[in-house]
T-cell receptor
Framework: GDSVTQMEGPVTLSEEAFLTINCTYT??????LFWYVQYPGEGLQLLLK?????DKGSNKGFEATYRKETTSFHLEKGSVQVSDSAVYFC?????????????FGKGTKLTVNP | GAVVSQHPSWVICKSGTSVKIECRSL??????MFWYRQFPKQSLMLMAT?????????EQGVEKDKFLINHASLTLSTLTVTSAHPEDSSFYIC???????????FGPGTRLTVT
């Protein structure tokens, strides 16, 4: 079945460091890919998405490119801030029984120190 | 942006009792709501999908008689864990959307501990 694998955390970085969180997927067909972020005490929020191969999603300085050849959707940011500390989830959507459902990775906790 | 709330944010109950968790869309009408369960260091696992006014569709392996879902209005869905046991202790998260293209908006989650 469809699945998402993302790098295990926790990840600890200093402010202004470069961030990469790896995400690979297994899916039939061509799913859309997502990164969600969960700040402490809050619900998951959509960070960015890409709907087809070679699309690049971007938001708040974060980027991820849909790579069909490597089935990957790695999250990157050139210079992280303390406020980026959160848990990041990679996800894909799959269609089943006429409805759309999200499949999530396990999440990666990022801590950015000043 | 669209806001989804959950109540309570955390609850402790005794084994054998039932507990109800509410999920509300505060500023939009949600035709579809989803309930997820998250174990520590695990991904969110979809439990069921509910459409307003109809029966919920449960994922394989989820006991529908144990996890009762009601979606009686366009702004409220409830999950009732019946005859709770310690193994039901988990983090329960709901999400809501208006249409396929709108994307899903997530609640902050409810931490359930069964003693």
């Amino acid at each position: 079945g469809d699945s998402v694998t993302q790098m295990e955390g926790p990840v600890t970085l200093s402010e202004e460091a470069f961030l990469t969180i790896n995400c690979t997927y297994t899916a039939t067909g061509y799913p859309s890919l997502f990164w969600y972020v969960q700040y402490p005490g809050e619900g998951l929020q959509l960070l960015l998405k890409a709907t087809k191969a070679d699309d690049k999603g971007s938001n708040k300085g974060f980027e991820a490119t849909y790579r069909k050849e490597t089935t990957s959707f790695h999250l990157e940011k050139g210079s992280v801030q303390v406020s980026d500390s959160a848990v990041y989830f990679c996800a894909l959507n799959r269609y089943q029984g006429g409805s759309e459902k999200l499949v999530f990775g396990k999440g990666t906790k990022l801590t950015v120190n000043p | 942006g669209a806001v989804v709330s959950q109540h309570p944010s955390w609850v402790i109950c005794k084994s054998g009792t039932s507990v109800k968790i509410e999920c509300r869309s505060l500023d939009f009408q949600a035709t579809t709501m989803f309930w997820y369960r998250q174990f520590p260091k695990q991904s969110l696992m979809l439990m069921a999908t509910s459409n307003e006014g109809s029966k919920a569709t449960y994922e394989q392996g989820v006991e529908k008689d144990k996890f009762l879902i009601n979606h009686a209005s366009l702004t409220l869905s409830t999950l009732t864990v019946t005859s709770a046991h310690p193994e039901d202790s988990s983090f329960y998260i709901c999400s809501a959307r208006t249409s396929l293209s709108s994307g899903s908006f997530f609640g902050p989650g409810t931490r359930l501990t069964v003693t």
